[in-house]
């Protein structure tokens, strides 16, 4: 796919992360970007410095959603690209338990569950069949492309540590669901590849204690260091530039593999 400023993207979670540096990328490529997030004052500042527009959008709600894409096709017209990086993580939690001191048993809470599925799987599928649907009415670009899609998964798709039951089924989910949605689109010239991050320099683990911060440094093979955005957001450029990357889930993740705890 050519990317330049006739081109307009979406990608969600862009108002930090793995999106802003996504968001930074594309349009460093002359892309008009909309971000969506539920972040305003980080969001706004994203969308100011690289020209593009903020939606407030919780991926969850379905009529969010929809005014979100209203609002970025009214200011870019309809989008070429979608980047899905807006996801939710959880407390760690077995899926029954016993207690140490009283011996009691604990249920997963249902709740819990449900809310990361209906934000990591459901949302991304909702902005998928959206953005998808508006493709559509795109022309194909000279190489055949009409549309690429990139969503964010996680290692923890195919390496779910103990706790992680609903955060892996979610991510799971994504990469389950990458290639038949790929499939879904062929005749219509849209491709759609997923990314699986390891551990990362995101503002979610910047929160965490600089001790254990340097154990999941040491626990990367090579590079042994923690993933930079930039990363990320090089390979969903190469997913998107590249007509022929279509139906992947690919792992970026210096090579770990996660161990049960």
């Known amino acids: ?23 930074r990328t594309l349009a460093a490529k002359g892309v008009k970007v909309a971000l969506f997030d539920l972040n305003r004052e980080l969001g706004e500042a994203v969308a100011k410095e690289i020209g593009g527009v903020y939606c407030e959008v919780n991926v969850a709600n379905e009529e969010s959603v ?25 407390g760690a939690s ?3 338990s016993r207690s140490k001191e009283d011996g009691s048993i604990k249920e997963y809470p249902l709740d819990n569950f449900s809310r990361i599925i209906e934000v990591n799987l459901i949302g991304t599928f ?6 998808a649907a508006g493709m559509l009415t795109l ?13 964010t998964a996680s290692v923890a798709a195919e390496d779910g540590q103990i706790g992680q039951v609903a955060y892996t089924a979610s ?10 949605i790929a499939r879904d689109l062929m005749g ?12 990362f320099d995101t503002p979610l683990l910047a929160r965490a204690p600089e001790n254990v911060k340097a154990g999941l440094r040491a626990s990367v093979p090579f590079p042994k260091r923690l993933g930079r955005a930039d990363e990320y957001a090089h390979l969903a450029l190469t997913m998107i530039e590249n007509g022929y990357f279509n139906g992947e889930d690919v792992r970026l993740d210096g090579a770990i593999r996660m161990a049960p705890r």
């Open 126 to 131: 909702r902005c998928i069949t959206k953005s």
């Open 1 to 23: 796919m050519k990317l330049d400023s006739s081109v307009a993207a979406v990608v969600t979670g862009g108002a930090s992360g793995l999106g802003a540096a996504t968001a």
């Open 94 to 96: 077995k899926t029954a």
């Open 188 to 199: 219509e010239g849209i491709r759609v590849n997923t990314i699986l991050p390891g551990i």
């Open 139 to 151: 022309p194909a670009q000279d190489d055949g492309d009409r549309g690429a899609i990139v969503n």
């Open 171 to 180: 991510k799971a989910g994504v990469v389950g669901m990458t290639l038949p």
């Open 66 to 90: 929809v005014a979100g894409f209203a609002k970025a096709r009214a200011a870019h017209g309809q989008e070429r690209v979608l980047v899905n990086c807006a996801g939710v993580g959880g």
